[in-house]
């Protein structure tokens, strides 16, 4: 069994891919239901708010951060776990068992970490998550895109793989020597929307450090595939679902063309569901993860696919 197949399975198994599915979808619906032109609001605005409320949700969850269940008294504050959520999303919430997943991130870069696979999150633009430029992004981000190739014999060498020595620079030399693996292996969590259409995409897979236009993972799973989970069940099938790009085998035919994820429609900005308006959004901030930020300034989502 290839890297992929086990890793979406495992996961799928324990009902964190259900849980991801779940955070986004319901920051993806309370931030269009907010999201308002005439209040001001725009599309770096939906943005930050959609990471702000994404973040939250895998805490909520996942039982981390200020949702974490007390250790004094070994009980949660479900008032604050409940708060600002719509009657759907509680009802479709993911029961995740306190402690599967904790809270890990790297270098100010909002993580999580499950069974020693921890995954970061990554906003692009919409319908070209494929082709996800890791080499413009943070230099947390291209850490993680520059983890050795789990497959010994790739197709298709990654960049600044494989470089015939007379075309290796000493930059591209030390690139190449900076790749490891991470401690604990590192994935990421890679979402769009399309405010103008509430059309958005989500994808789990281990990036791929390449130039722009290239395609930029080792393989992906699109987690919109298939129906969502329902709270009690939150693993539908311990076997991964056929993933979007690349093909389902550890090593993809060569023949194999770009295919973009799926594609999910929400409600159009602005649009609310019953008992959802006037709800409280709750958005919170972490350290270094604000524009400005030392060391994490392009972890955060602005306008544009640079987040």
């Not at 907010?34 to 209040?39: F, I, K, L, M, P």
């Not at 490891?180 to 994935?187: A, G, M, W």
């Amino acid at each position: 069994m290839g890297e992929q197949q086990q890793v979406i399975a495992d996961l799928r198994a324990a009902g964190v891919l259900a849980a991801i599915r779940w955070a986004y979808e319901s920051a993806v619906r309370r931030s269009l239901e907010t999201y308002s032109e005439a209040d001001g609001h725009d599309h770096a605005w939906l943005g930050m708010t959609r990471f702000t409320l994404f973040r939250d949700r895998l805490d909520r969850v996942f039982s981390c951060e200020r949702y974490a269940v007390s250790t004094e008294d070994g009980v949660r504050d479900v008032d604050m776990l409940f708060a600002g959520l719509s009657e759907p999303d509680l009802a479709a919430m993911p029961r995740i068992p306190v402690g599967l997943v904790t809270r890990d991130d790297l270098y100010g870069s909002a993580g999580w970490t499950c069974d020693d696979r921890r995954f970061l999150l990554a906003a692009g633009e919409f319908g070209k998550l494929y082709t996800l430029p890791w080499a413009e992004r943070s230099a947390t981000k291209q850490i993680v895109a520059m983890q050795a190739n789990p497959d010994p014999r790739p197709l298709q060498p990654s960049l600044f793989e494989d470089l015939p020595p007379d075309a290796a620079s000493a930059f591209d030399a030390a690139l190449r020597a900076s790749q490891r693996q991470l401690n604990p292996v590192t994935y990421m969590v890679a979402h769009s929307l399309d405010p103008a259409t509430g059309k958005a995409e989500l994808v789990f897979g281990r990036a791929r450090l390449s130039i722009r236009g290239d395609h930029a993972w080792h393989w992906y799973e699109n987690l919109l595939a298939a129906p969502p989970a329902t709270a009690s069940e939150p693993a539908a099938s311990s076997e991964p679902a056929a993933s979007a790009e690349p093909a389902a085998s550890a090593e993809p035919a060569a023949s194999a063309e770009p295919v973009a994820p799926a594609e999910t429609a929400y409600g159009a900005p602005g649009a609310s569901e019953p008992g959802v308006l006037g709800a409280p959004v709750r958005l919170r901030v972490i350290k270094g993860e604000l524009p400005g930020d030392p060391g994490a300034a392009t972890d955060s989502p602005r306008l544009g696919s640079r987040f």
